[in-house]
Each structure stands twice: as C-alpha cells, then as structure tokens.
C-alpha cells in the first residue's frame, strides 16, 4: 500500500509533458531543405522548452510551422500556434541553396517568438494561464543562451599616488541573462604584481596580493550574426555593482601588511561580446570604479590601495 501511494505521488509531483508546448514542422520537398539542419537551426535561435516532434502529424494543440515555396523566388511560412491563438503566414525571398536551412529557421523562429511574445505582453485578467501558455511567454522573453562561464585576463589601473600603478590578474566569471535586456554578473578576481616603491631614500618590491569578487547588474541588447551556429552575434552590456575583496602586502624592507586587510567600493562596467559558434565567444569588459574602503600604508608600508581604478579583461566564454 505505502509502494503505491509513494508510486502515486511522484507520478502527480514529475514533470507533464503535455504541459510543454509541441512544436511539429511540415517542409515541402520544393525547399530541399534537411530536417535535422532546420531543427539545429531552431532550437539554437529558440533555445530549451519546447518539445520537438518533427514531421509528426499534427495533434490537438501542436503548433506548426508550415514551409512551402510561394514562387520560384520566394518561400511562404505559416504559423498555426493553438497556445495563442494565432495563425500568421510570411512570404519572403528564398536564400540562396547554401544559406537556406539557416536563413528559413530564423524567419521560423521569428514568427514564434512574435506569437508567443504576445502572451508574455498580455495584461493580467482573473484568468491563470495554462502552464503551455506560461512556458511559451518564458520562451519567448528569454535569450536563447541564458547562461555564459567566462575566464579571462585581467590589466588593472590605479590613478592614486600611494596606490599600484598596476596589477595583472585573472578573472572568471558568471552572466546570467533571466530576461531580454535584464542580467546579472558576478566575477572572482585573483591579481599579483611586484610594486617598486621608493621611501625615504629606500627602495624596494613590494609584493601585492589582492583577492575580490564582484556583482553587478547590467542592461543589455543583442545583434544577431547572420553566420553558421550564430558566429557573429554580438551583445552589448552596460550597468553598475560593486568591487569588494582584500589585499596583502609583503616587503623585505617594510615587513608584511599584517595579512590580508579588506577593500571595497562602487563601479561601472561595460561589456562586448561576440560569438563564435554555439557555445563560445569572445568577451572585453571595462570597468571603473573607486575603493572607498582600503588600507592605507598598512603597518608603515609606503603603499595604499584605494582611490579610482579601471580596468580591462579578455575573457573566453562559454554560453549555455
């Protein structure tokens, strides 16, 4: 008995697939177009979520994607989409042979994210949406890699006097992009450099150590590439967080800062990147900010570490 209301239970608490929305796709040979091409096409451009079904008849529910040639020049796509209760039919020029699987899945994909925009626009009613209609809106307002892991090089400049002039370092780092033109970044830093500084009539290295984290939250908008997998997609960032961490100091002259001693202040950042393909790109940041907080001459080493800064990173990143 407790076997079957446990069996019970995690039937009623697993996922529905039914709930996901259907995606069925009706290729006329006219196109010559490959499945399997189209597809990749489109879940890279849609992302995650819906459920594939191909060339499947269509069933109750299913939203289908319709591609036919209008002439011998141009190609006609229908959308019939039960979840929002639309039907739209594009014509446009027919690509050439080479670019058209790539070309006719973006125009595919444009046409289901207008329909499916459209719930996420809607105005609250008394009405609870059905779970396809929520997941469709989620679809549609998010990018089509939510996630990037980066790991980077890191140039830092300082512009106060008792401060390093500069430090090298690196950087990983974590964006995550819940919605279109909203995401968040968080980044952990480790930077070295060997800082000449004369005193007195003394001088020596000072070997200075820094360890910090940032988060911060960014806007964002995106170009789409028009090459293989999405090479040459480019998004452009923009926002303000914060720098806290801490720095040691060590010199055979003036001794040790006493271990590491905190840091912290405001900066704004802006972000470029471009993708290479599906799951890489490319990445530069810069930063400014200024350290409110730092230490200052630490144990009588004739070495600060606050005031304004900016720096530069390279990262290498991988989107998901």
């Known amino acids: 008995m407790v076997h079957t209301l446990w069996l019970a239970l995690l039937l009623a608490l697993g996922p529905d697939d039914d709930a996901r929305p259907k995606l069925v796709t009706h290729i006329d040979p006219c196109l010559e177009l490959d499945e399997a091409e189209l597809r990749e096409t489109i879940e890279l451009r849609l992302g995650a979520g819906p459920e594939w079904r191909g060339d499947a008849p269509a069933r109750a529910g299913d939203t289908q994607l319709l591609l036919d040639c209008a002439s011998e020049r141009e190609a006609e796509l229908t959308l019939i989409d039960p979840i929002s209760g639309v039907t739209m039919t594009r014509i446009v020029d027919l690509p050439p042979a080479e670019r058209r699987v790539e070309r006719l899945g973006e125009h595919a994909v444009t046409l289901l994210r207008s329909a499916w925009l459209n719930l996420a626009l809607e105005r609250p009613s008394e009405r609870r949406p059905a779970r396809p209609e929520r997941i469709a809106a989620r679809i549609a307002e998010r990018p ?7 790991d980077g090089f890191a140039f830092r400049a300082f512009f106060d006097a008792d401060a390093p002039a500069v430090m090298l370092g690196e950087q990983v780092e974590v964006v995550h992009r819940p919605l279109r033109h909203l995401a968040w970044k968080a980044d952990g830093e480790l930077a070295f450099w060997r800082v000449p500084v004369e005193h007195e009539g003394t001088t020596d290295e000072v070997a200075t150590l ?5 988060p911060a939250l960014l806007g964002w908008g995106e170009i789409p590439g028009h090459g293989r ?6 998004a452009l960032y923009g926002g303000a967080g914060f720098r806290v961490g801490g720095v040691r100091m060590r010199s055979q002259e003036w001794g040790d800062s006493d271990g590491f001693q905190p840091f912290a202040g405001p900066l704004m950042m802006a ?9 890489v790109g490319l990445a530069l940041n810069l930063e400014a900010g200024w350290l409110l907080h730092g230490p200052t001459r630490p144990n009588a080493i004739p070495l600060s570490f606050r005031g304004p800064w900016t720096n530069g990173v390279v990262v290498i990143v991988s989107r998901f």
């Open 144 to 150: 089509t890699a939510p996630w990037e892991l980066g």
């Open 210 to 214: 820094s360890i910090s984290a940032a």
């Open 229 to 234: 997998r999405g090479a040459g997609t480019v």
């Open 271 to 279: 972000r470029a990147s471009v993708s290479l393909g599906r799951f």
